[in-house]
Structure formats: C-alpha cells, structure tokens
Nanobody, 128 residues
Framework: EVQLVESGGGLVQTGESLRLSCVVS????????IGWFRQAPGKEPEGVSC???????YYSNSVRGRFTISSDNAKNTVYLQMNSLKPEDTAVYYC??????????????????????RGQGTQVTVSS
C-alpha cells in the first residue's frame, strides 16, 4: 500500500516562501510519478507539479517559474519549494503517487490528471 505524508504548510504573507515535504512509502513499481495537487475551497483540485522516477518534471502554468519540485531518494521524500507566494495559492496541498505515464501525459497535454494514491494534505494560506 502506497502511503504519503505531507508537512510544511502554514500561514505566510504575499511574496514569502514555503517548502512542502512529502514522505513516500510502499511504491512497488519502477516507473512512478509523485505529484503535488492543491484544492481551494469551492474549487476543483489542480495538479500543480510532478516529478517522475526518471527525474523529469511538470509544472502547471499557474506555478511555473515560482515553484520547484525535487526529490531525495535516500529520504524517500519529495519537496515542493514555493516562492513568491500569492493569495491565490491558498489551498490544501497534497501529494499523490501513480504510474509514470501520468507525468508523460501531463508533459504532453499540459494538464495533470488526478492520481490514485494521495496523502491527507497540508494547509497553505497566503495573506495579502
């Protein structure tokens, strides 16, 4: 069973930074992707970034240039560094895992579809 645990959310002001962490366990397939999604109240979930087992990445238009995804395989952890935060970045952020083809599809179509396994999420609030 894939398990994902997020941490690092909080309350910041516009322009500040946060780094989210996602500890991953239980992945048994070689070609996988770990994605970061967010959901604001009253809105549909949005896939914002993803990294694959091949280390390629994806960013949505809304965060490209401000957010950076990375992984530390020794720690089984994926990070999302979020800089220049805006009030519209306020949401519950959660990480999720799925097969690698989901990342390749996102890279081709510029949209990240929902993943099968997800964590509980961490709240990010950006005040204006």
């Amino acid at each position: 069973e894939v398990q994902l645990v997020e941490s690092g959310g909080g309350l910041v002001q516009t322009g500040e930074s946060l780094r989210l962490s996602c500890v991953v366990s239980g992945i048994t397939f070689d070609d996988y992707a770990i994605g970061w999604f967010r959901q604001a109240p009253g809105k549909e979930p949005e896939g914002v970034s993803c990294i694959g087992s091949d280390t390629t990445t994806y960013y949505s238009n809304s965060v490209r240039g401000r957010f950076t995804i990375s992984s530390d395989n020794a720690k089984n952890t994926v990070y999302l560094q979020m800089n220049s935060l805006k009030p519209e970045d306020t949401a519950v952020y959660y990480c999720a895992a799925d097969r690698g083809y989901k990342l390749r599809k996102a890279q081709a179509l510029n949209v990240l579809d929902p993943f099968d396994s997800r964590g509980q999420g961490t709240q990010v609030t950006v005040s204006s």
